[in-house]
């Protein structure tokens, strides 16, 4: 059985945008670090950290290495080796990597976000090369540029990547549902890569200049979990129909409201014609990561035995973040909380599937 962790995370560092040169250096990140200011970690006295990019901040975070159960080498894919050896010790087989930075927004101008999203899907793809298939990521995609997103759907699936990295809203209000995402989406389902909507904000309206923090603490998460209906109502699963798409980091608490609003929509509102899946999450090819907190035997009561994931959020020290996931799903199954069998979709068959592993 392949256990995957279907969400951890890397820390971008200044080798991660060491592949912009000529043209494109002018628009490389760079880092400010600057005394006093808010902590974000209890007691850290180190310096305040931003990203610069085109003028505009964004949070450089310090990490405590107790409280996330990793080291610095770990999180910036400095020491390979040694992250494969604590996902031995963690019981895993492969982790699905997903960036930190680019959970916020990034530019709004197409040069600067091609020269960035190339410089960190060429990093990570050297980075990993050494894992021999157990470090796999998620491409970032510079939409804006039409063509060029397409090749990065290319170069990605050449050089182990296994998702293509999606925010619920990019470019201030377009959804998911945009048609500036479907050549992107055409190109990953023939390649066969699933669109991984993330947490996070695609805009700079709802973010914190100096930070990069959304400025309402769920706006992340609800920009995330809006996609499901807006890829429903738009029919977006028929337009595509091998395409998955995957919420990760969003809990999965919020499945079964969803599954229910749409029925209400579907019955009350005459204005609006979609097509409701009778087992929605199956049809539509929606996987969902879940929370070790989620109460998975009624989650699952709403058809998601086979769409359920696990992450770890490995790196991260927030609300999500629980470096025993995977053995937290296992145990659970063992406890007769869920069965076994469910228990091995979540850390095995079901990710397997979506990731196209």
Same mark, same amino acid.
């Given at each position: 059985?392949?256990?995957?962790?279907?969400?951890?995370?890397?820390?971008?560092?200044?080798?991660?945008?060491?592949?912009?040169?000529?043209?494109?250096?002018?628009?490389?990140?760079?880092?400010?670090?600057?005394?006093?200011?808010?902590?974000?970690?209890?007691?850290?006295?180190?310096?305040?950290?931003?990203?610069?990019?085109?003028?505009?901040?964004?949070?450089?975070?310090?990490?405590?290495?107790?409280?996330?159960?990793?080291?610095?080498?770990?999180?910036?894919?400095?020491?390979?080796?040694?992250?494969?050896?604590?996902?031995?010790?963690?019981?895993?087989?492969?982790?699905?990597?997903?960036?930190?930075?680019?959970?916020?927004?990034?530019?709004?101008?197409?040069?600067?976000?091609?020269?960035?999203?190339?410089?960190?899907?060429?990093?990570?793809?050297?980075?990993?090369?050494?894992?021999?298939?157990?470090?796999?990521?998620?491409?970032?995609?510079?939409?804006?540029?039409?063509?060029?997103?397409?090749?990065?759907?290319?170069?990605?699936?050449?050089?182990? =990547?296994? !998702?293509? @990295?999606?925010?619920? +809203?990019?470019? &201030?209000?377009?959804?998911?549902?945009?048609? /500036?995402? %479907?050549?992107?989406?055409?190109?990953?389902?023939?390649?066969?890569?699933?669109?991984?909507?993330?947490?996070?904000?695609?805009?700079?309206?709802?973010?914190?200049?100096?930070?990069?923090?959304?400025?309402?603490?769920?706006?992340?998460?609800?920009? =995330?979990? !809006?996609? @499901?209906?807006?890829? +429903?109502?738009? &029919?977006?699963?028929?337009?595509?129909?091998? /395409?998955? %798409?995957?919420?990760?980091?969003?809990?999965?608490?919020?499945?079964?409201?969803?599954?229910?609003?749409?029925?209400?929509?579907?019955?009350?509102?005459?204005?609006?014609?979609?097509?409701?899946?009778?087992?929605?999450?199956?049809?539509?090819?929606?996987?969902?990561?879940?929370?070790?907190?989620?109460?998975?035997?009624?989650?699952?009561?709403?058809?998601?035995?086979?769409?359920?994931?696990?992450?770890?959020?490995?790196?991260?020290?927030?609300?999500?973040?629980?470096?025993?996931?995977?053995?937290?799903?296992?145990?659970?199954?063992?406890?007769?909380?869920?069965?076994?069998?469910?228990?091995?979709?979540?850390?095995?068959?079901?990710?397997?599937?979506?990731?196209?592993?």
């Amino acid at each position: 059985m392949l256990v995957i962790d279907a969400d951890t995370h890397i820390d971008e560092t200044e080798a991660t945008w060491e592949h912009m040169e000529g043209d494109a250096a002018r628009y490389r990140p760079t880092c400010l670090e600057f005394a006093g200011g808010r902590s974000f970690v209890a007691g850290d006295a180190r310096p305040h950290r931003l990203w610069q990019i085109e003028g505009q901040f964004r949070l450089r975070r310090w990490r405590d290495d107790s409280r996330t159960g990793t080291t610095k080498e770990t999180r910036e894919l400095a020491d390979i080796a040694a992250r494969m050896r604590q996902m031995d010790e963690l019981g895993v087989d492969v982790q699905v990597l997903y960036p930190t930075l680019f959970l916020g927004p990034i530019s709004t101008h197409p040069e600067a976000e091609l020269a960035i999203c190339r410089s960190y899907n060429r990093w990570i793809a050297n980075a990993t090369a050494a894992s021999q298939g157990r470090l796999r990521w998620v491409a970032i995609i510079p939409f804006l540029s039409q063509e060029h997103a397409v090749e990065e759907v290319r170069f990605a699936v050449d050089h182990g =990547a296994c !998702g293509v @990295f999606k925010k619920g +809203v990019e470019y &201030g209000e377009r959804a998911a549902s945009d048609p /500036l995402f %479907f050549p992107v989406y055409e190109e990953a389902a023939r390649l066969n890569l699933p669109i991984c909507i993330h947490t996070g904000s695609g805009d700079p309206r709802f973010s914190d200049a100096t930070t990069g923090l959304a400025l309402n603490a769920n706006q992340s998460n609800l920009t =995330a979990i !809006g996609a @499901f209906t807006t890829l +429903v109502l738009g &029919g977006i699963p028929d337009m595509f129909p091998k /395409l998955r %798409f995957g919420w990760i980091e969003a809990s999965a608490s919020w499945v079964p409201y969803l599954i229910h609003d749409l029925e209400a929509k579907r019955k009350r509102l005459s204005a609006l014609s979609f097509d409701l899946k009778r087992d929605l999450l199956r049809e539509s090819r929606f996987y969902v990561t879940c929370d070790t907190l989620d109460d998975l035997p009624y989650i699952l009561g709403f058809g998601a035995e086979d769409s359920l994931m696990v992450g770890s959020d490995y790196g991260h020290a927030d609300q999500s973040a629980e470096i025993d996931a995977v053995n937290v799903i296992r145990h659970k199954g063992q406890a007769g909380e869920i069965s076994q069998a469910v228990a091995n979709k979540i850390i095995s068959d079901n990710p397997q599937r979506f990731y196209g592993l």
